[in-house]
Nanobody, 122 residues
Framework: VQLQASGGGLSQAGGSLRLSCGAS????????IGWFRQAPGKEQEFVAA????????DYADSVKGRFTISRDNAKNTVTLEMNSLKAEDTAVYYC????????????????WGQGTQVTVSS
């Protein structure tokens, strides 16, 4: 599976951005999808995840209530809607696919996208 993350860019604090994760080679509907991020000088961290059916979602405490993950299996796309952005959300965001658990652990993900930069100015 080749994943493509897109939609990053520059936003002011309090603004919104929408990230998309698409795939070529296989349908995303077979996999749970997670979003992770890595800021300069920091370790990679879990952001959000959604099960293959979309019935289960999970969020890091730092983004809960501000970010929403969703999927449209017919369009082979997973979306991360990011609202009320903060400067600390600045990072490279990666989407990844897994058939395992727990979703918060990056080690269980088999496929990764190339990352998309999100920059939030304060």
């Amino acid at each position: 599976v080749q994943l493509q993350a897109s939609g990053g860019g520059l936003s002011q604090a309090g603004g919104s951005l929408r990230l998309s994760c698409g795939a070529s080679g296989r349908t995303l509907s077979r996999y749970a999808i997670g979003w992770f991020r890595q800021a300069p000088g920091k370790e990679q961290e879990f952001v959000a995840a959604i099960s293959w059916s979309g019935h289960t979602t999970d969020y890091a405490d730092s983004v809960k209530g501000r970010f929403t993950i969703s999927r449209d299996n017919a369009k082979n796309t997973v979306t991360l809607e990011m609202n009320s952005l903060k400067a600390e959300d600045t990072a490279v965001y990666y989407c990844a696919a897994t058939n395992s658990v727990p979703y918060r652990h990056s080690e269980v993900y088999s496929y990764w996208g190339q990352g998309t930069q999100v920059t939030v100015s304060s």
